[in-house]
């Protein structure tokens, strides 16, 4: 079965530091896509990046960026230059047949 | 557009109720999934619809539970009776026909669910 694992329950980072959040996956299959979600104190859930299986480069959008490692079965998400309002919880998922599958979150915390 | 909209933001109720959830998708978008959101158990994909077809249920905690999707604008979930360890967030998300790997789902703003 896929299995979606996010291994740190919180972090903390300073502001203007960038922060890695971790995410490692378990699939069979060799077709799959990788998401990263965020979920403010609001409670909307917010889509930040993609990664197809079969894409040759990292994800990209702005501040965000995927640090994709087929082999290890990761993709960390790097948030580069973190702001106050980078606080949140963040998943990590995985498509399984059209549906997603979403890790157990990371809690970010931004010091100023 | 106006994104996934779901009513209502907030209910409040006695065990035994019954609770209706209401989920208006984006228009044009051929998926539509209802989640839970428990601080146990996360997120949690109770089920899904293709073209107002209901394709996976297997999350359906039990019979108390029940979802339809009488036309592509509408999609309601209901839980009859209702119980106390049923109070979660309640999150609708739709999503449109895509490479199957690339699948961005859009979520609404969720219903938090409180049952007495």
């Known amino acids: 079965a896929q299995k979606i694992t996010q291994t740190q329950p919180g972090m903390f980072v300073q502001e203007k530091e960038a922060v890695t959040l971790d995410c490692t996956y378990d699939?069979?299959?060799?077709?799959?896509?990788l998401f990263w979600y965020k979920q403010p104190s609001s409670g909307e859930m917010i889509f930040l990046i993609y990664?197809?299986?079969?894409?040759?480069q990292n994800a990209t959008e702005g501040r965000y960026s995927l640090n994709f490692q087929k082999a290890r079965k990761s993709a960390n998400l790097v948030i580069s230059a973190s702001q106050l309002g980078d606080s949140a919880m963040y998943f990590c998922?995985?498509?399984?047949?059209?549906?997603?599958?979403f890790g157990q979150g990371t809690e970010l915390s931004v010091k100023p | 557009d106006a994104g996934v909209i779901q009513s209502p933001r907030h209910e409040v109720t006695e065990m035994g109720q019954e609770v209706t959830l209401r989920c208006k998708p984006i228009?044009?978008?051929?998926?539509l999934f209802w989640y839970r959101q428990t601080m146990m158990r996360g997120l949690e994909l109770l089920i899904y619809?293709?073209?107002?077809?209901?394709?996976?249920d297997s999350g359906m905690p039990e019979d108390r539970f029940s979802a339809k999707m009488p036309n592509a604008s509408f999609s309601t979930l209901k839980i009859q009776p209702s119980e106390p360890r049923d109070s979660a967030v309640y999150f609708c998300?739709?999503?449109?026909?895509?490479?199957?790997?690339?699948?961005?789902?859009?979520f609404g703003p969720g219903t938090r669910l409180t049952v007495l």
């Open positions: 998300a739709s999503r449109a026909h895509l490479a199957i790997d690339y699948n961005e789902q859009f």
């Open positions: 699939t069979s299959d060799p077709s799959y896509g």
């Open positions: 990664q197809g299986s079969y894409d040759q």
């Open positions: 998922a995985m498509n399984q047949g059209g549906k997603l599958i």
């Open positions: 228009s044009g978008h051929d998926y």
């Open positions: 619809f293709n073209n107002n077809v209901p394709i996976d």
